[in-house]
């Protein structure tokens, strides 16, 4: 991408009337002076941040505020606590220029869409959420499927898992479930018993803990196995007009596969990293896994209509409805060439968006935004976007100076070091100028802490379950009856009711399997695998 110097200053002329001359003879966006964020995105607005109204509450999702002052709380001088075990690869997106059969610039000016066969470089990094750098990879568990576009409008990060909704609805209940879902604060030993405690208490779990322990909570690798988003968020057109978006990774070629708890355990038995080793075979083969991206579109309101909110990120938006249309597609095509610098070290982040998207008021996406880019800085450090792998394919000029790792200051050609401030009079960066209308979204309602008014915890995982095939229900309430075997029996009984809430089959079946299970023997199967050590181990003389 070719950026045309701008022209000097003219102390006659205002720097915003110089700018907003050079966009209109130029038709430029941007300029080599113009100030962008450390993602390479043009900041049109460095004086004000946003809030409801001009006298209102500031809220979550000011991106360009947080990074700016959590980056200068940093800047005078650790394995990721989710999704610590991970592989990626490199690749391309390319764009269809349409959404389905429409043009994808009625809904989203967002650059890297609008032209078909348009490619965009990418990053993915597949990951497993719960367990350690150093955990097998056939462990019950969600997958993390996140992807780094380098744009040339800067970054954008997709992040998501393989499963399309969440545990819970609100980001204030996150760090509760990972304590949970973790190994036991005492004994440090793993096990479904704090999991069951905490979704007993939470019943909108219910939906996900039906897909985590079915089959599709083992995926048989990272290639074949969706993506999603997960959260809801905006598109974004000319007009400044917006919809409300869910993003699918779909495979093509290579199709999608799971594994039951048996299969899981025999390929442990021989291969702890095999979902690695499969990705990068495959690509050192020349067989790149590909994947479709399809977004649902619906009007950005309220939808009353509706049995759920479709801002709850523990419901599916039903595809009857809502269809899948397609946008483009995504090739993997090339290996890391150093697993630490480019897979342990790459940072994502919800807020890194780019013109065209925006945020929803998803309250689970709005928690991640400031969640995730904070923890890249304490984990990789204040300037881990100057890394290669996350920094952005594009000029990047920022007022941000020194703090951990600062290995090069990203200041524009002829910018002078001494002044690292905005506005400035003499030689700074310049706002970039505003070419298409912004979204502004309007609010009138009382500052709350409430739930969601439309919970509906159990109905689609009923449907869920139905939907399921005979050989995956039998999978789930055998995945189900072997863990809550381990728990109180309070926790049974309250997962039971959830389970009936959802199909009385369904609940049934999980309570007649703890009655046969309580019958049996009173160990479970770890505790068996403890005492097998014990009593099969072969004695051995000192050496």
Not at 111 to 117: D, H, I, S
Not at 174 to 184: G, I
Not at 311 to 319: I, N, Q, S, V, Y
Request: hydrophobic share 30%.
């Amino acid at each position: 991408m070719t950026f045309v110097s701008g022209q000097d200053h003219d102390a006659n002329n205002g720097i915003n009337q110089e700018r907003a001359g050079y966009a209109e003879n130029r038709g430029e966006t941007e300029r080599e002076d113009t100030l962008t964020n450390r993602q390479g995105h043009p900041i049109s607005d460095n004086q004000n941040v946003r809030t409801v109204g001009n006298r209102g509450p500031m809220t979550l999702e000011n991106y360009h505020y947080l990074e700016k002052i959590t980056h200068f709380d940093r800047e005078r001088i650790p394995e990721r606590v989710v999704h610590a075990r991970g592989a990626g690869a490199h690749g391309y997106f390319e764009a269809y220029g349409k959404v389905g059969d429409e043009p994808v610039s009625k809904y989203t000016r967002a650059k890297l869409f609008q032209v078909e066969g348009k490619r965009t470089p990418v990053f993915v990094r597949f990951s497993t959420v719960i367990h350690g750098a150093g955990s097998p990879e056939t462990l019950r568990d969600p997958r993390g499927f996140a992807v780094k576009f380098y744009t040339e409008e800067g970054n954008w990060d997709l992040v998501g898992n393989n499963l399309k909704i969440f545990f819970i609805r609100d980001p204030l209940k996150f760090p509760d479930m990972v304590h949970a879902f973790k190994p036991d604060p005492v004994s440090n030993v793993p096990g479904p018993v704090g999991m069951f405690d905490f979704v007993s208490r939470s019943p909108e779990a219910t939906h996900m803990i039906t897909f985590v322990f079915s089959p599709w909570g083992i995926p048989a690798n990272y290639r074949q196995m969706q993506g999603s988003g997960v959260n809801t968020y905006k598109w974004v057109n000319a007009e400044g007009n917006s919809v409300l978006i869910k993003y699918h990774w779909e495979p093509l070629k290579q199709g999608i596969k799971n594994l039951t708890q048996e299969e899981a355990n025999k390929i442990q038995a021989m291969n702890d990293s095999h979902a690695t080793q499969d990705l990068y075979e495959a690509i050192e083969r020349g067989d790149y896994p590909e994947w479709e991206l399809c977004v649902q579109i619906m009007s950005d309101d309220e939808h009353p209509e509706l049995e759920f909110d479709p801002l709850d990120a523990t419901k599916l938006w039903p595809e009857d409805q809502f269809p899948f249309l397609k946008v483009g597609k995504m090739v993997l095509n090339r290996n890391p060439e150093n697993y630490y610098n480019e897979v342990e070290q790459a940072a994502f982040g919800t807020g890194v968006l780019v013109d065209g998207l925006d945020f929803s008021d998803d309250k689970m996406l709005q928690g991640r935004t400031f969640s995730y880019s904070d923890t890249q800085r304490h984990r990789v450090g204040t300037n881990y976007l100057q890394l290669p792998i996350n920094a952005p394919k594009k000029r990047v000029a920022t007022n941000q100076r020194g703090g951990q790792m600062s290995y090069y200051v990203d200041k524009a050609p002829g910018q002078s070091p001494h002044v690292d401030y905005e506005p400035s009079m003499t030689d700074g960066l310049v706002e970039a100028a505003q070419t298409a209308k912004p979204h502004q979204p309007h609010y009138n309602a009382n500052l709350v802490r409430q739930k969601l008014d439309r919970t509906l915890d159990f109905k689609q995982a009923g449907d869920t379950y139905r939907a399921f095939e005979d050989w995956e229900r039998n999978e789930l309430i055998s995945n189900l009856v072997g863990a809550l075997i381990q728990c109180d029996i309070r926790i049974q009984d309250k997962m039971v009711e959830y389970f009936t809430n959802a199909d009385e089959d369904y609940g049934r079946r999980v309570r007649e399997g703890l009655e046969q299970a309580r019958k049996g023997s009173n160990e479970n199967v770890r505790e068996q695998a403890v005492e097998d050590a014990n009593r099969m181990g072969h004695e051995a003389d000192p050496y």
